[in-house]
């Protein structure tokens, strides 16, 4: 935790740099060590975003705490237009905080 995954309809064409870059980036949003996030990458998908197939990303965040929605939406739209050259406005981001109960790593949850 946290895991992103990334969704998007364009052809990434160098998907470590992508995910290295991503990593970093939701390690220091979250303030989580980057030993603990995960990056999920799944590219050049069949996408439809208000009626066109035109480049869009679908941007899904899950953590154990650390997620602050309405501080965050702001600064992962705009890595990821950059990173993925997609306008921002066709990027959707969901949030999901996860309890610990309801997260396992190395045979064990994070919380009981």
């Known amino acids: 935790m946290p895991l992103l995954n990334i969704s998007t309809n364009t052809k990434i064409k ?60 702001k600064p992962i739209c705009e890595f990821f237009s950059a990173e993925l050259e997609i306008p921002a406005e066709r990027i959707y981001v969901s949030f999901n905080d996860v309890d610990s109960s309801q997260w396992a790593w190395n045979k064990k949850t994070f919380g009981y």
């Open 14 to 73: 160098n998907e470590q740099i992508l995910l290295a870059k991503s990593s970093d980036f939701i390690s220091s949003l979250t303030r989580k060590p980057i030993n603990f996030v995960m990056v999920k990458l799944t590219h050049s998908l069949s996408m439809n975003f208000a009626g066109t197939d035109e480049p869009c990303a679908f941007i899904d965040i899950k953590s154990i705490g650390s997620l602050c929605p309405s501080k965050m939406a």
